[in-house]
């Protein structure tokens, strides 16, 4: 069984940084991108940002310059450090991979169960 667990998140200050991990466990045959989605309450869940299984990385227009992705493939981990954090960021931040597991062999995407970020004004 596929698990992410996510951890970081919490409450901080407008101008502040935080540093999010999530790490995937279990039987995986391979992972390949992952990226860092978030949802505030009324809207839908939109991209954060996303990394390959390279190093090529994509991020939402309102974060870019202020939040980084990357990934440690030995340890099947992806983070994200957000500096300069705002009010709008607000929301529940969700890990997801694209992954291959043992046993199927079949690819899928999952998700983790959610990490609360909330930034004060």
């Known amino acids: 069984q596929v698990q992410l667990v996510e951890s970081g998140g919490g409450l901080v200050q407008a101008g502040g940084s935080l540093r999010l991990s999530c790490a995937a466990s279990g039987s995986i045959f391979s992972i390949n991108a992952m990226g860092w989605y978030r949802q505030a309450p009324g809207y839908q869940r939109e991209l954060v940002a996303a990394i390959s299984s390279g190093t090529s990385t994509n991020y939402a227009d309102s974060v870019k310059g202020r939040f980084t992705i990357s990934r440690d493939n030995a340890k099947n981990t992806v983070y994200l450090q957000m500096n300069g954090l705002k009010s709008e960021d607000t929301a529940v931040y969700y890990c997801?991979?694209?992954?291959?597991?043992?046993?199927?062999?079949?690819?899928?995407?999952?998700w983790g169960q959610g990490t609360q970020v909330t930034v004060s004004s």
């Open positions: 997801n991979a694209g992954l291959i597991p043992y046993g199927t062999y079949y690819p899928g995407r999952y």
